[in-house]
């Protein structure tokens, strides 16, 4: 069950991230051709490219966890063997979940922050914030699912 829920979130995730990075390319291009031809340009694209740089970085992030493609700092794990790495792996990935769960309330936080605070002018950029508590959301639930492995794949494994 929590392999069929891995892999509906990651084709989700999947498309999110593809969208983003093709909305970038395609409202970059038409910026650029705007600006050469009419000689002006939309602000609003920059701001909007800047959110969904921060959309398409998130979903890379939690595409990369499943995968175990994340970025792992292992400065132990040469030293240890075999079975304490196997050993290890688990709860290594539930005190990640924990953090990454954690971090969700501050980023909760500062999307309430700025809804309250922002410029009424500049509240339709909101929804992008959502992409904070959202990454740590999914982020969270993938190093939970990988708890559940039956085998730790190492480093070298890979």
Known sequence: MLNKLEKKLTVI???????????ILALSLFQIIIRNTLDFG??????INRHLLLVCGAMGAVLATP???????DALSPLLSRQWRN???????????????????????????????APPNERWTLPFTLIYP?????????FFILCFRPVCPLPEDQ
């Open 134 to 142: 959202l990454g740590f959301a999914l982020l969270s639930l993938h």
């Open 67 to 73: 995968q175990l493609r994340h970025i792992r700092i």
């Open 87 to 117: 050993r290890l792996c688990a709860p290594l990935w539930l005190f990640t979940a924990l953090v990454c769960a954690v971090l969700c309330y501050p980023a909760i936080q500062f999307c309430l922050d700025e809804w309250q605070y």
């Open 42 to 47: 939309y602000p609003e694209i920059e701001i």
């Open 13 to 23: 995730e999947g498309w999110v991230a593809a969208t983003s990075l093709f909305l």
